[in-house]
């Protein structure tokens, strides 16, 4: 063991508060961590963050009457929103050498990720989906800040956008062998093409690098494939039915447009089974 690590003397003070409403997540946490031997400190005084599901701003119901949600779907009622907020209030000192290197930063992180599912031909499911982060900054001004001409004591916003495209089908095999317990012998196979378009934006992109908080600016165009083949086997023994999994085989690759080299990415595949005890 590292004897100077051992008698490292480090206070970590730490308060969670987490709850639900209305199915969104809401959690706040206040953490303050000091060194008694460097005197270095981190704060988070407090961070909050915000998360809702996806749902949909238009639901199916019927504006005469509300109480009856199984009305047939229209097609501007497929369209499904998400999104999380997250605040930050940072602060932290952290020795080196003889010296202090000082960190204060405020940051709003907000992501939102819109979809829109539709059935073609009954059978082929096309998503187009949207994805928006902004992110406001309030750097103030300290010995790092000013070492890397961040525009300090003034807010500064970043946003990002990525659109993307998505095609699955799902194909379905059913057998009934009769052989002796089983009955049933069923197959899932599941196909997917994903498209991904991600510009280049390089405004504000110091303040991603300083605060760690933020995306990056860096531009793709990406195509992702994957398969997923699920077996699945019915039994019967004493006039009751048990229904279980056999396999999950998922293969995944995908390929880079823009890369220069090796735009094929790498071919990963996977095997599950619960049929093995």
Known sequence: FDPAERRNRIITSQANLATRYRGAAISL???????????SKTMNLPSVSLTQPAFSPFPNLDPKDRSKPDQPKRWYQNLYLSFASSFQNYYSKIRVSDNFARKQFVSLDNSFHLTFPQT?????ILSPNLDYRETWYYVFSTDTSLSQTLKNSSP?????YSVGLNARTTIFGTFRPKLGR???IRQVMTPSLNLVFVPEITRHLPFVYYTG?????????????????????????????????????TLSTGYNFLAKEHKLSNLSSGLRSNAIP
């Not at 500064?156 to 990002?160: H, S």
């Not at 997923?228 to 004493?238: F, G």
């Open 156 to 160: 500064a916003r970043r946003g990002t």
């Open 29 to 39: 946490v206040a953490l303050r961590t000091e060194n008694l031997d460097t005197d």
């Open 120 to 124: 073609l031909f009954s059978w082929i």
């Open 213 to 249: 908080v933020g995306s990056g600016g860096g531009k793709a165009q990406l195509l992702n494939f994957s398969f997923t083949h699920l077996l699945q086997m019915k039994t019967q023994k004493e006039g009751k039915e048990s229904k279980f999994e056999l396999f999950n085989y």
């Open 182 to 184: 089983i009955t049933g």
